[in-house]
Nanobody, 125 residues
Framework: QVQLVESGGGLVQAGGSLRLSCAAS????????MVWFRQAPGKEREFVAA???????YYADSVKGRFTISRDNAKNTLYLQMNSLKPEDTAVYYC???????????????????WGKGTLVTVSS
């Protein structure tokens, strides 16, 4: 079992920054890949970024160059640094754990093993 709790969401103006955190507990955090997804109102959940247990990262084209995913295995915490935010980044952001082998590439929500409950990010224009 893995428990995931997101934090750090909020309201920010376009061009601003936010850092999301995801605290994990349960299985050895350093052993599995972690992923951020987001879901905007009326839209499907979409892949944002992933980081493997060997620290390789992969980003959706829509956030590449603006968002940075990282992890602190000593603190069992995943991060998403979001810069140059745009109104279209408004969504509920979810962290998820992928316990099977992962090296790189986008992931489908159906591939995830555990989910957090999400944190809302609102970007005003």
């Amino acid at each position: 079992q893995v428990q995931l709790v997101e934090s750090g969401g909020g309201l920010v103006q376009a061009g601003g920054s936010l850092r999301l955190s995801c605290a994990a507990s349960g299985r050895t955090f350093s052993s599995y890949a972690m992923v951020w997804f987001r879901q905007a109102p009326g839209k499907e959940r979409e892949f944002v970024a992933a980081i493997s247990n060997s620290l390789s990262t992969y980003y959706a084209d829509s956030v590449k160059g603006r968002f940075t995913i990282s992890r602190d295995n000593a603190k069992n915490t995943l991060y998403l640094q979001m810069n140059s935010l745009k109104p279209e980044d408004t969504a509920v952001y979810y962290c998820a754990a992928h316990l099977r082998y992962y090296s790189s590439g986008p992931l489908d929500p159906r591939d995830m093993d555990y989910w957090g409950k999400g944190t809302l990010v609102t970007v005003s224009s």
